[in-house]
């Protein structure tokens, strides 16, 4: 199935709103998970939707919003999430570090008692969108082990940063510590291919190029080992430490429907206007992507693109021409209408027969 | 021959002192030097001095100070380097970012016009010392091709983070952004062995396991792929775009006797104790330590460490017991010496020969 994105987001706007959330922030919710599915990020798109739901039900993430300023200056603020919903808090937290550092240069936000904020680059471009520079990150419940180790005590945190790029758009960087996302990891598997060396770990912490002893009680490694980890351990310091929150094993998981998650997140903007005249930030950030396009491409490769590209040219065609449903999916979104008394997804379709035909 | 630090510290002031640096200017260079090799971070070390003091004597690098504020607000400032050398500069920046973050919570200074800067942990473990955390970046000639290409056009642009970590000391991470150090490559070349797939490509930028075609024309691909490459760009962009800078091919290699090498850095400093009461900060951070170090260990592991445990532990052992110097580095250092009418490296030892006796 197909269906484009205004489609979706009433569709998941109306089943939040069924939950007790607001129109307002059902709406703020749907557009931010359907962005991920536009920008190719479907792990944090409607994927999520059915999850999401099932904690507003019970109560396991708030469907009212109870958003307190704990702590405040002129360049930084910590914020009490209130347990509501992280797409709607992260906003609100990146929009306060927006103002700031365009009074201060500097702005910092920190964010506690949150959930899922979903892809992070989408609060990062927040700020490029208004000529400064973003970074948004956020802990998570532990995946991984440190180097040497075999439990699960390393967030997969994600971290983004997103800056102005002149006659480019934005450059944006998204990336979550991991070796690479479990799914490459399974479709080795599926394949019967080897995966390389520093993927992943068995349940006893040996070194393993078999993807089914990873998936078998083994774990991902951090991406680049030390180099992963550390940045794990620095944003769970930055995000959840700072903002006396819970760390590693303190944090949940979204699918264990017992308790909150505990998640921090934080938001830090640099006001490059500020700093730099705009013609000549715009310069050199042209020149660099000037270079890093033009660089002579590998045999097979045809383009080479900057840090971001390749997801607005991928929203670029699904605002075009919509994003698949897959029927697995469509059935479980079903089903969850029918709970919740929403209208199914397929009568969103303003075209269905049509855009069917498509898959 | 082994070195205790105080004797390689003499001997490199001295040689700073000989091509024009002041005392005062020779000594933290020196110092910053040698904490390096203390850190283990050798590649950082004594082993720069003779291109440093190359580049001093041919005034590629100036050898007296003319560093200039072109920008300053209340939280950040953009300095002129002056082309000195960058470990003062660095020092001298980073006090300022610490400055304006214990006023005003962050701070940040740029730097351009500046040179090689040494072991990135440095400069961001000022901040941590001070009970803040401290960010520090720079940007470097690019050494590895984007995801796709065949040219150097992306830096290995190093990143350090350090935070308070408690009755843990401090939590430091220092990365670069290639997959390994070029050296790694040279060691499975030499011991016959493959590389994971993943740690370079030959010359035309296909991928390849055989060290011999990375390092025959080949390249050293981004950790992570686009992970490190992402954050390399983000790096160029903040510490080079920002302060309108060279970047990319526009830097200029150290061991190129021709040009001053326009590399720019980055400090950032986040003020902890404005954010959080230090004691929520400290039972935050040392839970988060303590569930890492009781992380189960994998099989013939026998301690978990925490990022820059292992350079701390180093350093003990270094200061207890002293540096090694080859005998090939002691050559080149001799003949250094010669020219520049400085005592010979073995001549600044107090008690030569039972150090010698250790080796």
């Known amino acids: 199935m197909i269906i484009m994105k205004e489609e979706q987001e009433q569709f998941m706007q109306e089943m939040f709103m069924k939950v007790g959330v607001s129109s307002e922030d059902a709406r703020i919710t ?105 970074i948004a990150a956020s802990n998570t419940v532990p995946l991984m082990p440190p180097p040497g180790g075999k439990d699960k005590v390393v967030g997969n945190n994600p971290l983004a940063v997103s800056f102005p790029g002149g006659r480019y758009g934005i450059v944006s960087v998204d990336m979550a510590m991991s070796s690479v996302a479990q799914g490459k990891i399974r479709n080795a598997e599926l394949n019967n291919r080897e995966v390389p060396l520093g993927w992943g770990i068995d349940k006893e912490g040996k070194d393993t190029t078999n993807p089914r002893d990873i998936l078998d009680g083994g774990f991902l490694l951090p991406t680049g080992g030390p180099k992963g980890y550390g940045l794990a351990i620095a944003i769970e310091i930055l995000a959840a430490a700072l903002s006396n929150s819970p760390v590693s094993k303190e944090v949940k998981s979204i699918y264990q429907l017992e308790e909150k998650l505990g998640i921090s997140h934080m938001f830090l903007v640099i006001n490059a206007k500020a700093l730099i005249d705009q013609q000549d930030y715009n310069n050199r950030v042209e020149t660099l992507l000037d270079i890093i396009k033009n660089c002579p491409a590998a045999y097979g490769i045809e383009e080479i693109y900057f840090p971001g590209e390749i997801e607005d040219n991928i929203m670029k065609d699904r605002l075009a021409n919509g994003m698949v449903i897959t029927r697995e999916m469509e059935l479980e979104l079903d089903k969850l209408a029918d709970e919740l008394n929403v209208k199914r997804i397929k009568s969103f379709l303003k075209n269905r027969q049509l855009r069917e035909g498509l898959v």
Chains 1, 2 share one sequence.
Do not use: C
Request: aromatic residues 4%; without cysteine.
């Open 30 to 134: 749907a557009q931010s998970l359907t962005l991920a599915d536009l920008r190719g990020v479907n792990s944090h798109g409607i994927l999520r939707l059915p999850i999401y739901v099932q904690r507003l039900k019970r109560g396991l993430m708030a469907n009212k919003p109870d958003i307190r300023i704990e702590k405040e200056d002129m360049t930084t603020a910590v914020m009490d999430g209130g347990n509501y919903i992280a797409q709607v808090t992260g906003r609100i937290a990146m929009r306060k570090a927006i103002e700031k550092a365009s009074e201060n240069t500097l702005g910092m936000v920190l964010v506690k008692n949150s959930n899922h904020f979903g892809a992070a680059a989408e609060y990062s471009i927040m700020a490029a969108k208004e000529g400064m520079i973003g």
